[in-house]
């Protein structure tokens, strides 16, 4: 096989399982399996048959797995109700204050007395005092499950997206019951042991957030991190060190180098009965696995597995592997046994990343001189090749990353993750010696932090740019590949021109007199964004939990990011319940220049004024007023801050959680004007949306705010039937996703975008 024959088949492979992941449904297995048989009719028809066969094997691979990923989510009509199962836990359990959240390998469902097929991974939280759950421990257990479904949002995650890649059947939480216990006592396994080094090293250093840094360079367990601590990784660019990445692999196999150069000056004889060339790699190779089994087998770890794997190999069998065939081996190898993998952030950064390294790097010297060129220039060059996808994924980068890694990167590998190591090893041989490695880790790990806590307050270090589209980021990736071309290469700068369509994306900005309005998709709560040419609202920004996930964060911030919106001019908090109003601090962090008001300032924990009725702004002809509504002292429903925005051609009423006992109020402040948009009172509730209101508001278009199978059974079918009685169409964010609706001076009201449809999957609801 020639030098380069592994890269064609590898790049084949790899366009087949993406070409299907931005398919909207999936074909019959039958027709997977004729795919596949033609495929391996193709591989006797010449070098182009062979090329294209690897492409079609990589559909009909990508199709079948996929296929069965989704038939083994839990069956459409058990949702909602009580399942037994019997399963093994997965991974290390997370205790939070309240609850205890894990994974549950099932083994054994049943609805009743009858079997149900539902086999794979469950999520599962046990609230109320849930027991010690220990890692691979097997439960019996009542669930009450439903199928995987997230929220869908300019910028957010897409958590159904990241369920199918994990093979995560069903979610759900343990119900109450003597049923609930566990079966006997779990056996030896490797998740043990990493929560057992976990647990030591708490023990064993004081301070709460220096042991959970070390508990995550060790085992890669973050549990102990915060969300303040993610924040710092990412205003650095180094969340690929916070979690154990390849990189640290590498040093583990290169530990296991040296460990076999050190038993061979001892026993010299030893190269008599085996060669050292072949021992050194079958050491690299076992200490390299047993730390990467520590690190969870996450993929930058298992590629890098692969990776030594295959040189490992290849010097035990006295061949010559080259970097791009190795790289294309253990990719190959990872879409092989699992194509779905190719659906995770961590794929495309963890091969991108190295084949950039690859393609762009030439060591220029050698010794220290030869180092530090390949240690700073590789930090520039997987700064700007992995700025594409970074802004593709998670919507921002960060412009001190590259000083950041080039800081971190060395210091986190070469001292902090080897002294750890040998930490670890006298954890097993003799605790009482790890006290003071453990020790002298944390204060490096301490040392470090600190120095990256003041590099987060830099300007750029949170840089955020408008939603990537897929042209822009095939540009910016090849524009990357050029600049770093070696020299010699014919103007070079010409691809920092590429990265234009990046930074400048087109805009959607209304024009004066027009506004836009955004309900976007925050579950059992509310959150709406109205913009116009200049100005930027913001009312409500759904609800922050016990376990610290703040909608504000996860949901409102990165959709005005990725709406390219740098600037909110006023954060209205309908009222105080938690499901409005639980992620407005948030927001107002991230823009402590808006004017803040609030329908119940004195609930909440950050300074609001008042409502008052009768207030207006007026932005680009577009005028926004507060309604009278609520009754001072009366239920915090009803003193939702009711606002009317009004442009040329259409307008809108942002209700909150008023109730029918309000509405005449409401209704009767509503001046006659264009076609109205409503924001449905309460999420439809029973309580609210009379007939009375409808009729007198008339809207052209009624919009919900609703969880996706909300315990409170929000909107109620009786009041939505009210909206088809009254000729009312209505759409529902459970359902349609954020909604986008366009209100411009010249035409009439009409629904622009509906986030689940604009973007449909195959795993999508």
């Not at 200490?287 to 295959?310: D, E, K, N, Q």
């Not at 909608?551 to 954060?571: F, K, M, W």
Request: a positive charge; one cysteine or more.
């Amino acid at each position: 096989m020639r030098e380069d024959g592994a890269l064609v088949p590898a790049v084949m492979l790899l366009l087949g399982v993406l070409a299907v992941q931005w398919w909207v449904a999936l074909p019959p297995a039958w027709l997977c399996g004729v795919g596949a048989l033609v495929a391996l009719v193709l591989f006797r028809c010449g070098r182009y048959g062979r090329v294209l066969a690897w492409c079609l094997l990589g559909v009909a691979w990508a199709c079948w797995r996929g296929g069965t990923a989704m038939d083994a989510r839990l069956p459409r009509d058990r949702e909602g109700q009580d399942v037994y199962v019997v399963g093994r836990v997965v991974d290390l359990p997370l205790v939070r204050d309240d609850a205890t959240g894990f994974l549950l390998d099932v083994e054994e469902a049943r609805f009743g007395s009858t079997p149900l097929a539902l086999r794979g991974r469950v999520r599962v939280n046990w609230y109320n005092d849930a027991p010690d759950i220990p890692p691979c421990s097997r439960w019996q257990l009542t669930l009450r499950l439903k199928r995987p479904r997230g929220m869908l949002n300019p910028g957010g995650a897409d958590s159904e997206r990241s369920a199918l890649e994990r093979h995560i059947v069903a979610v759900g939480y343990v119900r109450n019951g003597a049923g609930n216990e566990q079966r006997g006592t779990p056996g030896f396994c490797v998740n043990a042991v990493r929560q057992a080094i976990s647990r030591g090293i708490a023990a064993r250093v004081d301070d709460p957030h220096d042991a959970a840094l070390l508990q995550t360079f060790s085992v890669s367990d973050t549990r102990g991190l915060s969300q303040r601590d993610w924040e710092v990784a990412r205003a650095n660019g180094i969340p690929h060190l916070i979690a154990i990445s390849g990189f640290h692999v590498g040093v583990a196999a290169l530990f296991g180098v040296w460990f076999a150069r050190f038993i061979y000056l001892l026993f010299p004889r030893l190269g008599l009965r085996l060669p050292r060339v072949q021992a050194q790699a079958a050491l690299a190779m076992l200490v390299a696995s047993v730390y990467g089994a520590l690190a969870g087998f996450g993929l930058p770890t298992v590629r890098t597995l692969l990776m030594i794997g295959i040189v490992a190999l290849a010097r035990c069998s006295r061949r010559h592997a080259n970097g791009p065939q190795t790289l294309a081996v253990a990719l190959m190898a990872v879409l092989v046994a699992d194509p779905l993998s190719a659906l995770s952030a961590g794929f495309w950064l963890s091969f991108i990343g190295v084949a950039f390294l690859m393609a762009c790097m030439n060591t220029r010297g050698r010794g220290l001189r030869g180092f530090l060129h390949e240690l700073s220039a590789g930090q520039l060059v997987m700064t700007l090749s992995l700025l594409p996808l970074t802004m593709w994924f998670f919507g921002e980068s960060s412009l001190v990353g590259a000083l950041s890694n080039l800081i971190a990167v060395p210091f986190v590998s070469f001292v902090i993750v080897p002294v750890t190591l040998v930490g670890m090893i006298l954890f097993g041989l003799c605790p009482s010696l790890a006290q003071p490695v453990f020790w002298c880790a944390a204060w490096l790990a301490h040392a470090q932090w600190w120095l990256l806590e003041r590099m987060a307050t830099w300007p750029g270090a949170h840089w955020y740019l408008p939603e990537v589209g897929g042209w822009a980021l095939l540009f910016a990736t090849l524009g990357a590949l050029w600049l770093f071309m070696p020299r010699g290469m014919p103007m070079r700068w010409l691809g920092g021109l590429l990265f234009l369509p990046l930074l400048f994306p087109p805009r959607d900005v209304p024009v004066a007199g027009g506004f836009q309005l955004w309900m976007l998709d925050v579950g059992q709560g509310l959150s709406m964004l109205v913009r116009t040419e200049h100005y930027v609202l913001v009312y409500d920004a759904g609800a922050r939990y016990p376990s610290d996930f703040d909608l504000g964060e996860a949901a409102v911030l990165p959709s005005l990011h990725a709406l390219g919106i740098g600037r909110v001019d006023l954060i209205v908090a309908s009222h105080a319940d938690n499901d409005h109003a639980g992620g407005v601090p948030a927001v107002a962090a991230a823009f402590p220049e808006a004017e803040r008001i609030s329908g119940e300032p004195e609930r909440l924990p950050i300074p609001m004024a008042p409502c008052e009725p009768g207030k207006r702004w007026q932005w680009d002809g577009v005028t926004v007023r507060i309604l009278p509504s609520g009754r001072e002292g009366g239920p915090a429903n009803d003193r939702s801050c009711v606002l009317l925005v009004e442009g040329k051609g259409g307008r809108a009423l942002l209700t909150g959680d008023i109730s029918a006992a309000v509405e005449p109020a409401v209704a009767a402040a509503i001046p006659h004007g264009a076609p109205l948009v409503l924001s449905v009172p309460h999420h439809g509730s029973k309580t609210s949306s009379s007939v009375g209101f409808i009729q007198s508001t008339s809207p052209t278009l009624a919009l919900v705010s609703a969880g996706w199978r909300s315990r409170f059974h929000h909107p109620n079918a009786a009041v939505m039937q009210r909206y088809d009685d009254a000729g009312v169409p209505w759409l529902n964010t459970a359902t349609a996703g954020a909604i986008q609706v366009d209100l411009p001076p010249d035409g009439a009201p009409h629904v622009s975008e509906t986030w689940r449809q604009r973007q449909s999957r195959y795993w999508r609801e």
